[in-house]
């Protein structure tokens, strides 16, 4: 897990949670944004159910809270979607 989670470059195009309360509900293309990773990434991750918490809205649609989002950032720094140990 933790070779996961190390640190990537900030890309430009990465989603300003700042701006967001934090019981805002994320679609999965906005999380995988904020998070600077794939929306393939995540996926993988719900099956592991252990990296980032998520809710399933009417049995079908994924998002994820902007709170649990802003923890994983600030716990581990970006995501490094690499699967390599990031040193």
Known sequence: ?????????????SLDLSRLPAEYLLTEKECAQAL??????LQSWRGRK???????????????????????INDSGH???SGGSGQ
Not at 50 to 56: G, I
């Open 1 to 13: 897990l933790k070779r996961m989670l190390t640190c990537v470059p900030e890309r430009s195009n």
């Open 36 to 41: 600077n990773c794939s929306a393939r990434t």
């Open 50 to 72: 252990s990296v980032l918490r998520f809710k399933r809205i009417n049995g079908r649609a994924i998002r994820y809270v902007v709170a649990d989002v802003r923890k994983l």
């Open 79 to 81: 995501i490094n979607t």
